[in-house]
């Protein structure tokens, strides 16, 4: 977590539009975040790539504001699909190691960069679509429901064995941080509310319930939720396997991949002045709100993460998560 990583911008063509992707000067040589766009139909992808889980440390925090940006620099891009390139992680949330015994100086950094996700992602002038393939829970809702629209899997793929002993894979998403002994800070509580209303936030927030699709489509946290059942070669969508990054090239046949690939269409067809402007009418004012207590929230941020209370839930929390994943 330490080494120190350098977003590096490689562009290159492909097909219709150009692909660019950052990667790390860090011995792993791993790319952070993938970025493909298409010119032609004013959309792009952006697809979270840090393994195991998509959590977001301050590096890829800032790979993806980076990758955003440029995306929006280019004025023929009005959409975005916003992706993971694990099946079955959307995004596990913040990475609890920014959290543990965390460094004085880079604490700070590392708030800043989730606060700056937060407003590039919620205020970007791009219409956001998450295609939330996995997994979602704590920043990794936040990251969803900064987005315009969020389609979730229905779960059912990644089945062992067969017949009725077959293990089902349910996604969930939810502000799950009261479970780690945290409280979301007001921004991210207030994304809650304003997606699923007072009283269910209120209590997802207590309780820090993680939702399984169907319940998560039922009060309104995703908009959508599709099946992964890919479907037959004929289903193939035009555009979309050149919009994939190479990774995720077996994801032109996936049910979800494809509506939310349509759903960015729509969205790039709306005249962008009328949907940003329009865009800015709901989302301006809670921006408005966090810029004006950015710096109180960082002290208030460091001070209660560093306490020792907290900080022995934190690492309870990060042992138990180390010995189920051990136990596989
Ligand atoms: C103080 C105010 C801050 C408030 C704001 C936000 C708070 C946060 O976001 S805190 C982070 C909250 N996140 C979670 O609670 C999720 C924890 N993870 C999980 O529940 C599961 O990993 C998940 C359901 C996402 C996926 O389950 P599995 O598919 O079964 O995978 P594994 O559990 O085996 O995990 C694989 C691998 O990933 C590592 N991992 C998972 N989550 C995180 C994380 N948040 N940070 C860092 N690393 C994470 C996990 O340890 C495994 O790694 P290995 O042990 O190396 O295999």
Known sequence: MNTV???????????RGQQFRFSTAAANGNDLVIGTVDETLGIAMLTMNRPPANSLSLEMNEAICTSLKTMESNPKIQSVILSSSNPK???????????????????PKFWNSLQQLYLDLYGSRLAVVAAIQGHAPAAGCFLAMACDYRIMSSGDIGGEGGGDMKKRFVPTIGLNETQLGIAAPPWMGQLLVRTIGFRQAELALAMGTLFPPDRALSIGLVDAI?????????????????LLPSISKDQASNPLMQKAFKQATTFAKIPPHARVASKLVTRQSHIHDMIATRDEDTAHFCGFVTQEAVQKNLIAYVEAMKSKSKKK
């Open 5 to 15: 990583i350098r977003s590096q911008l490689l562009r290159f063509s492909v097909g």
């Open 89 to 107: 992680i959307f995004s596990a949330g913040l990475d609890v190691s920014e959290l543990v015994s965390p460094h004085p100086d880079r604490l």
């Open 226 to 242: 599709e099946s992964e059942q890919h479907g037959a070669e004929s289903t193939i969508i035009e555009g979309l396997s050149e």
